[in-house]
C-alpha cells in the first residue's frame, strides 16, 4: 500500500517509481520522525505585523552528498535524485545502514539571463547527520558525490505547496518586490530548501536568496 501511494506521488511528478524503491520508502516511512535539522544562526527577522517576512541566516560549512539531474521538468530532476539519495541514505553507502535523515534538502537552480525559465540543471543537496560529518560514508552510486560546501549566507523566505518551475519563479518575483533593489544578493542563482515529502500537498518549503560574498 505504502508503494502504490508513492507511485501515485511520483506519477504527479511524471516520474516512474523503480520497484528498488520499496525498501527505502519503507525505512524512510520508519524513521519519519527523527528528523535533524541543518545547524544554522538566525541573523535577522523582518515582519509585517508580527509576521516574519523573511529571514538572514549563515550556514556553517558542512559535508553534503549531492546529485545534478538535467531532466525537462524541475519535478523530475529532484524526484530522480532524491531517489538516488534515499538509496544512499537508507543503505547504499558503505557503512551498510541507515545513515538518518536532515532537513531541509536543498535544490540549487539557475535561471536564465533573461530570468524568465530555470536552467534544466538541478543540483539536489543533503546534509549528512552530525555524526557522519567527519568521516562520511562512501556512496555506491558513482552519481553522488559527498562535498564540503562553504559556509553560507542567505535570505530566507517560506512558502507553502507544490514546488513547480511556475511556483518557484513566483516565488523569486515575490521575494524580489518584498525585498525591493538590492545588490546584496545573487541574481541568477537560488536554492529551494525542502522541509517535507511531496506527499505532503500544502507543504512548507523556503526560497533561499544567497548573498554576496
Not at 47 to 72: D, H, L, N, S
Request: overall charge negative; aromatic content about 10%.
Amino acid at each position: 500500500r505504502l508503494f502504490a501511494h508513492w507511485e501515485a506521488v511520483a506519477s504527479t511528478h511524471r516520474v516512474s517509481l523503480p520497484r528498488d524503491m520499496a525498501g527505502p520508502i519503507a525505512q524512510m516511512a520508519r524513521h519519519r520522525q527523527a528528523r535533524e535539522p541543518v545547524p544554522y544562526v538566525s541573523l535577522s527577522q523582518h515582519g509585517k505585523c508580527e509576521e516574519a517576512a523573511y529571514e538572514e541566516r549563515r550556514y556553517p560549512a558542512g559535508k553534503w552528498a549531492c546529485v545534478t539531474m538535467g531532466e525537462p521538468m524541475y519535478e523530475q530532476s529532484i524526484s530522480m535524485s532524491f531517489m538516488k539519495l534515499m538509496r544512499y541514505i537508507c543503505k547504499e553507502n558503505s557503512v551498510g545502514c541507515h545513515l538518518g535523515m536532515t532537513v531541509p534538502v536543498l535544490n540549487e537552480i539557475h535561471l536564465t539571463k533573461e530570468g524568465t525559465e530555470l536552467e534544466r540543471e538541478v543540483l539536489t543537496a543533503y546534509y549528512l547527520p552530525g555524526e557522519f560529518q567527519q568521516n562520511p560514508p562512501a556512496p555506491m552510486d558513482p552519481e553522488i558525490h559527498i562535498t564540503e560546501r562553504a559556509p553560507l549566507r542567505v535570505i530566507t523566505r517560506v512558502f507553502y505547496g507544490m514546488t513547480t518551475e511556475e511556483t518557484i519563479l513566483r516565488e523569486i518575483s515575490l521575494f524580489w518586490e518584498l525585498l525591493g533593489s538590492t545588490d546584496t544578493v545573487l541574481r541568477e542563482t537560488y536554492i529551494v530548501a525542502s522541509y517535507e515529502n511531496p506527499s505532503v500537498p500544502q507543504r512548507r518549503n523556503e526560497i533561499w536568496f544567497i548573498c554576496q560574498a
